[in-house]
């Protein structure tokens, strides 16, 4: 399985980007998709998450303005970020896991985010 990140670019503080998350395969039961973003000299940290069974989960600095969402058919998971600002700059990375054991999880390989001010 491999994740293609893609949609990051610059924008202005206030504007809005779509980034899109796209794995080579159908990965099949149970898993929770995910957004991790970091910034420079920053801890990777979670942004959002949505499982299978429909499950959203945000960061408290990202609620009411980012919405994570997936297009099952397409292997397809997006995030739209709206309201963008300076402290939203960082790579953003995706991520799959399954809760099996071993933990299996793929990344992909991370968009660039820039806010200008």
């Known amino acids: 399985v491999q994740l293609q990140a893609s949609g990051g670019g610059l924008v202005q503080a206030g504007g809005s980007l779509r980034l899109s998350c796209t794995s080579s395969?159908?990965?099949?039961?149970?898993?929770?998709w995910g957004w991790f973003r970091q910034a420079p000299g920053k801890q990777r940290e979670l942004v959002a998450t949505?499982?299978?069974?429909?499950?959203?989960n945000y960061a408290g600095s990202v609620k009411g303005r980012f919405t994570i969402s997936r297009d099952n058919a397409e292997n397809t998971m997006y995030l739209q970020m709206n309201s963008l600002s300076p402290e939203d700059t960082a790579v953003y990375f995706c991520?799959?896991?399954?809760?099996?054991?071993?933990?299996?999880?793929?990344w992909g390989q991370g968009t660039q985010v820039t806010v200008s001010s």
């Open positions: 991520r799959v896991a399954r809760p099996t054991r071993p933990l299996l999880e793929w």
């Open positions: 395969q159908t990965i099949s039961g149970a898993a929770t």
């Open positions: 949505i499982t299978t069974d429909g499950t959203l």
